[in-house]
């Protein structure tokens, strides 16, 4: 079962309405930002955007806290539609400039089911 079938109709409507953004710059304005709370379900949720927009031209790129930023800091300055993450990371990396919320059209925040 997938967790994060959310996830499609959020890919379809950034294929449908134009990927916008994502070239190469320190300072990313992804189109969707998904806030999950721990770093096991952020993983996991970009690992399904990955499948979904395989072949594509949406990008999504995951941070989380605990590991070096820099890593990450280089990733998401490749290109990011699509940005999945913790909140503190999130955070950090829009103090910093690294990610821009000015072209987000759908945020999401995601919680465990229990």
């Known amino acids: 079962m997938c ?5 499609l109709p959020v890919l379809t409507g950034m294929l449908r309405n134009g990927i916008a953004g994502g070239t190469f710059s320190v ?3 992804p189109q969707t930002v998904v ?13 399904e955007a ?11 790129v995951v941070v989380y806290g605990g590991v070096s930023s820099n890593f990450q800091a280089r990733e998401v300055a490749k290109g990011a ?3 999945v993450g913790t909140p503190g990371r999130l955070m950090d ?3 910093r400039g ?8 759908q945020p999401i925040v995601t919680s465990i089911a229990k």
């Not at 967790?3 to 996830?7: E, G, H, Q």
């Not at 806030?35 to 690992?47: D, S």
């Open 3 to 7: 967790k994060a079938a959310f996830l």
């Open 27 to 29: 300072i990313q304005e």
């Open 35 to 47: 806030i999950g709370p721990t770093r096991e379900l952020v993983t996991q949720i970009h690992h």
């Open 50 to 60: 990955c499948k979904f927009a395989y072949n594509t031209m949406a990008r999504s």
């Open 81 to 83: 539609h699509m940005v």
């Open 93 to 95: 990396f829009v103090r």
């Open 98 to 105: 690294y990610v821009s919320h000015r072209h987000c059209y």
